[in-house]
């Protein structure tokens, strides 16, 4: 460091850049700037975007040292700029989720306001933990599909109070982070085969149609047929079709936001019809207190409640492994073998989600694979991650606009996560009759029975009856066979 005092010395604010290229790698500013290796690739990094003959304070020369430290900003090739555009980005992809999220809870009888503010603050928070302890550029909130099974299958299918809902995420929150900390992960996730996989998450968005269709009144019940065709001359019809077809046509053509703007725009047509109710834009944030430490574990005994914790850890399971996968490989993080660094970071980061979400009032927290888009503006840090979660606690006085949005502005944002949920089925290996078979009964069945639990019991035994009366015993691997069993004892005693 000090042969170099001179060149800092006679560096002037004039020649500034040229004085860190002239010094390169071997020059490095413990206390005012970290480490700039080499420092003549990313100046911006270090200094911003410092012109030349422009001086720059000390206290920014000290914050941006402090986030080069924290997240390797050099390291991986970035810089603060580019990291907040990323984590923007992000943000107004995925905030339609404290739109819909309280309306989807509201249903199993929790406090649209409390939810809302539990939603952006699970959000904020995990996305936090994510960003300084994992690093990564990948914001989490609360799972689409977990939300409606919390609420239409655990709350008005098993009649559980939303309280013994949210203990159930807490528990499968705990069980995911053991998984995470002993390193049995891996084993749970090849376990189950890809088929069964893909069909689950594929499941899920057929859940999410059907709850969508029936929210707008699109598909209503019908004593002989079970369901049909409603009227579709009503407004929440043709407002919902609209939205959905708005919705998708914006984020095909890669706009920005484009769920979240085709939810508001939708609402806003409905306010002159009635239809919706403006109440302003910005106000303090409700209370939380309606659901913060409701937890109930008086049925954690009971067998239902066991099928419950397994559904949602493993729906969680298999969201954060493929968001996680997914969005790093975008983003150039794996090794060259294939796997990610600081896994064991990010899977504790995403079961601390789970089970800080449950506490102060909300379904399973998980990463969301919107981060991709994130990471497709740059974004290769926690950084990206930190500035969602600061967005996230911004939205927090934008309950009002929360309010106004009403439910077939809602489902037509979930028509849409379904279609693009559904994009598993494709990949199934639809060559052998003993894999899609099973894939498509733990499809099919999830929407029609209401439940992601049954589908998922269903698609675990017929895989294990398939190998075996095909005579691919050897296919059915002993997890898979143990949770079949299980399912099956369920249904045998439970229905």
Not at 178 to 184: K, N
Not at 406 to 432: F, H
Request: hydrophobic share 55%; glycine share 10%.
């Amino acid at each position: 460091m000090r042969p170099h005092n001179a060149a800092r010395e006679e560096a002037t604010s004039r020649g500034l850049v040229e004085a860190i290229r002239h010094v390169g790698s071997a020059v490095e500013f413990r206390k005012g700037v970290d480490a700039l290796a080499p420092a003549r690739r990313y100046p911006e990094v270090v200094w911003g975007h410092v012109q030349r003959g422009q001086a720059m304070s000390d206290t920014n020369v000290r914050s941006t040292g402090y986030l080069d430290r924290t997240f390797g900003l050099s390291k991986s090739g970035t810089d603060v700029r580019t990291e907040f555009i990323a984590g923007l980005t992000t943000f107004l992809t995925m905030v339609y989720i404290v739109f819909v999220n309280p309306q989807i809870l509201g249903k199993a009888g929790m406090d649209q306001g409390a939810v809302f503010v539990a939603t952006c603050i699970a959000s904020a928070v995990s996305t936090l933990v994510m960003a300084f302890y994992a690093n990564y550029p990948i914001a989490l909130a609360p799972g689409m599909g977990l939300n409606a099974f919390f609420a239409f299958t655990v709350v008005l299918g098993y009649k559980y109070t939303w309280q013994q809902a949210l203990a159930a995420v807490f528990c499968s929150g705990v069980l995911f982070f053991l998984i995470s900390i002993f390193r049995i992960r891996e084993y749970v996730i090849n376990a189950i085969p890809k088929n069964l996989k893909l069909a689950i998450s594929a499941g899920v968005g057929l859940f999410l149609g059907i709850i969508a269709l029936e929210e707008a009144k699109i598909v209503v019940g019908h004593p002989a047929t079970l369901v049909t065709l409603g009227d579709l001359k009503q407004w929440p019809a043709i407002l919902c079709l609209f939205g959905f077809v708005l919705i998708a046509a914006l984020n095909y053509r890669k706009i920005v936001g484009g769920t979240v703007i085709g939810i508001l725009v939708v609402s806003i047509i409905g306010i002159p019809l009635g239809l919706a109710k403006f109440g302003g834009i910005v106000s303090a944030p409700p209370s939380l207190s309606p659901t913060l430490l409701q937890l109930d574990f008086s049925r954690i005994a009971e067998a239902t409640f066991v099928i419950v914790v397994f559904s949602f850890l493993l729906v969680d399971i298999f969201d954060n492994a493929g968001t996680l996968i997914g969005v790093s490989h975008r983003a150039g993080l794996l090794d060259k073998d294939g796997n990610l660094p600081r896994m064991r970071q990010a899977l504790i980061s995403d079961s601390f989600a789970a089970m800080f979400g449950s506490l102060i009032g909300t379904s399973t927290t998980t990463s969301y694979i919107e981060s991709a888009a994130g990471v497709s503006a740059g974004g290769r840090t926690g950084l990206t991650a930190a500035f969602v979660a600061l967005f996230f606690l911004l939205a927090l006085l934008f309950s009002p606009l929360a309010g106004m949005v009403p439910a077939y502005a809602t489902a037509a944002a979930l028509l849409y996560v379904a279609c693009v949920m559904t994009q598993g089925l494709a990949e199934i290996e639809w060559t052998d009759l003993t894999e899609y078979a099973p894939a498509v009964v733990t499809a099919v069945t999830m929407p029609l029975t209401y439940s992601i639990a049954t589908g998922i019991g269903l698609g675990f035994i017929t895989y294990v009856l398939c190998k075996v009366i095909a005579g691919k015993f050897s296919e059915a691997r002993p997890a898979v066979i143990v949770l079949a069993v299980l399912f099956a004892i369920k249904f045998a005693i439970a229905g």
